[in-house]
């Protein structure tokens, strides 16, 4: 039997992501929330949700683990960032001006409200537009439905990184891959057929 | 652009039961929570909204436990209401598995109750609730405890000061048209609309479908709310998203 952490690191909707896990694995694997570097370690796939701002959540990060610990976790396994789970891979967040974990090259940067014709946060169902084949979308149609909340979209130079783009008011990154690591912009534990389908795709990744 | 507007079913929960809802063909038992959402996610509802009205609040272990069963089995944003009066009640819910929770009455007692708690848990889990009523001085007043209270509040600037508090997004309910069939309130939506930044959910009084394209267009709201049309099977989600999609509406189908 294969375990998935989920790390709690006192924020987000970790016990939501858990229950979507636990849907798409049955029995054969086991969910487990945690905030023990030493369980996160031993398990087969790590899953990082995030909420709430950049600043709070590099805050809670270092104060439950050691940060450079943490990197080198990232790097060893199948790794899936979910919101803030994925902005605060990149290098830098203008959320609050923070440093962040530096894991892709990057900015984040605030949605344009365009003079208040663009709602803030982008709340809802939008496409999400594959641009790179990969095994984790299997089955999943170009251009489905997923469920996004947020404020701040990630930007990079690294196109190779790039796995699919959203349009909220302005085409932006909604999903990026690289080596071990998934990283998604939207919420899959809350879209439905094509979220579960991702997940279920994470669970059967092999690196 | 992708940007959809949001079809909400609302159920009303009952000591763990749905009440006001009618027979699916498919389903077994027309009172089972999980049941009756899961049914609402195949059909393409866009999120669900829960609304505890157990007339005694003593136990509120019901309503989590109802949470809890609906989201081990349904993968959509689950806003749950109805009695959440402080902090407390509103990680407890998050914990059974809500994505969000709705407040009404428990922020006009206590204002800064929206700050803490989005402060500690984020704006994306917070829904601010208003019960809104056009009184005889020509500006809709807030209304709370299920709309049995006046509090004199101008209901505009009380959406304008839970938007600056942090709420994530706001569920307007007309007083004048809930229940009516009448139509939404389409002037009461664009005004708090076009003062807030934050999404606005329309609730109270669908009964056409050219009723759901109005709230959208003329009241600007970014999600539609409605109960009866769906539980008594006037229209079914897929009718109300084929017809606003026809009519240049983007929704997710």
């Known amino acids: 039997m294969s375990k998935i952490s989920v790390i709690d690191y006192g924020m987000g909707n970790i016990h939501s992501v858990a229950k979507a896990l636990q849907k798409v694995c049955g029995k054969e694997h086991k969910v487990v929330i945690s905030n023990s570097i030493k369980e996160i370690k031993s398990s087969d796939k790590i899953v990082f949700p995030g909420q709430g701002a950049a600043r709070l959540c590099m805050d809670n990060l270092r104060n439950k683990f050691n940060l450079v610990e943490f990197r080198e976790l990232i790097s060893q396994k199948p790794f899936l960032g979910i919101c803030m789970g994925l902005q605060i891979l990149m290098t830098f967040s203008e959320e609050d001006n923070t440093e962040c974990l530096d894991i892709f090259n990057g900015r984040v940067e605030q949605i344009q409200s365009s003079n208040g014709q663009i709602k803030l946060p982008h709340m809802g169902w939008s496409k999400v537009n594959f641009t790179k084949d990969h095994s984790l979308r299997d089955q999943i149609g170009n251009d489905s439905f997923f469920y996004f909340v947020h404020s701040y979209y990630v930007s990079t130079p690294s196109r190779e990184d790039i796995m699919s783009f959203t349009e909220y008011g302005c085409k932006f990154i909604s999903s990026l891959q690289k080596d071990n690591i998934l990283a998604v912009q939207f919420h899959p534990e809350k879209s439905s057929t094509a979220g579960l389908k991702l997940l279920s795709n994470f669970i059967n990744w092999r690196v | ?253």
């Open chain 2, 1 to 253: 652009m992708s940007y959809t507007k949001r079809i909400i079913p609302c159920l009303d929960i009952d000591d763990g039961r749905v009440v006001k809802g009618v027979n699916f063909v498919d389903i077994k038992d027309a009172g089972d929570p999980v049941e009756v959402a899961k049914k609402y996610d195949l059909m393409g509802a866009d999120e669900l909204v829960f609304l505890d009205i157990t007339a005694t609040h003593q136990d509120r272990k019901t309503i989590v436990n109802t949470v809890e069963n609906v989201a081990n089995e349904v993968f959509i944003p689950l806003t749950v209401g109805g009695g959440v009066s402080g902090y407390n009640d509103v990680l407890t819910l998050l914990k059974a598995g809500a994505d969000k929770v709705a407040i009404n009455s428990a922020a006009v007692e206590n204002p800064d109750l929206i700050n803490e708690v989005t402060s500690k848990i984020g704006s994306q889990c917070i829904v601010a609730a208003i019960d809104a009523k056009f009184t005889s001085d020509g500006i809709w007043k807030v209304f709370t405890h299920g709309g049995r209270k006046e509090t004199g509040i101008d209901a505009l600037e009380w959406a304008k000061e839970l938007n600056d508090r942090g709420a994530g997004e706001l569920l307007i309910t007309s007083m004048d048209r809930d229940g009516t069939k009448d139509g939404f309130d389409n002037n009461l939506l664009k005004a708090i609309s076009s003062e807030v930044t934050i999404p606005v959910i329309a609730s109270g009084g669908a009964g056409t479908l050219k009723h759901m394209l109005d709230a959208v267009k003329l009241g600007m709201a970014d999600a539609v709310l409605a109960a009866s049309i769906f539980h008594y099977e006037i229209f079914s989600i897929e009718e109300v998203k084929e017809y606003l999609k026809n009519e240049g509406v983007s929704v997710r189908i």
